[in-house]
């Protein structure tokens, strides 16, 4: 079925139908329990009707999916259909997708990275590069970045990019324009506890930054929000003077929630200074 590129709703229901075919073709009833309708069967896979049957919809209304026609599905038949389809993690997170709902994120909040991504910030080396977790806890950092910001210098509990920006006395105070940075970096980081209500740390961690910094308490309440953590930064060094960095962040599919910030020197002068921390 050919979808003019002018009409996404369209292209994504076209999407959505060959998802659907695909992952019937794959299954057998057997494999869940049913016995074949119908006799002999001319494709393989499971029928529509199997399908339908399972999910607990009309099989007029599911064929209107599997042919790309308006069904606004609800996000409790597409979890139905998801099942009845055996989909992973993955495949449910891009069904729900094709059917235009909120994608629920992973379960497993990553507290740690891998050997292969700690030899990834090495190798940017000399440029100041970290590694996020997504509540902006510093989980890695390269000796670059050390030296600029000392993230190790933190109380281990409180070794965030929120707590570096907002406690007394730390290094993002050499941040020149520090308060609009701040206020920045704050956005981002309402937005990120929106994707995890109830989780326990994101509290508790709001909770101490209140505590600890009025300034956060002031903005918090302001409920601004932003997405990207990506920008330019001018840092006011006491041994080397003014560095100016471009702040470049990444995400990586295979390891969700996890963001690299690499601070990419913006001059040659700029990258002489650095080494010489």
Known sequence: MRTAVSDPAATR????AAFLRARRAELQPEDLGLYAVGGRRNTPGLRREEVAQLAGVSVTWY?????G???DPSPQVVDAIARSLRLDA???????RLAGLAVPE???MPDDVGPELNRLLATLEPAPA?????RFDFLAWNDPFDRLWKPGSLPERRRNLMWLYFAKATTARRTVGWQERARHLLGQFRAAAAEHPGDERFAELIEALQVESGRF?????LYNVEQALTGKITVRHPDVGIIHIDVIE????AHPGLTMSVHVPARASDQDKIARL
Do not use: I, M, N, V
């Not at 970290?130 to 997504?134: E, K, N, S, T």
């Open 13 to 16: 229901r076209a999407e959505l």
């Open 69 to 71: 026609r308006p069904a």
């Open 130 to 134: 970290c590694l996020l977790g997504p």
């Open 106 to 108: 992973p379960d497993q």
């Open 63 to 67: 064929t209107w999916l599997e042919q």
């Open 217 to 221: 308490c002031e903005w918090w309440s």
């Open 90 to 96: 993955e495949s449910y997170r891009h069904l729900r």
């Open 250 to 253: 990444a995400k990586f599919p």
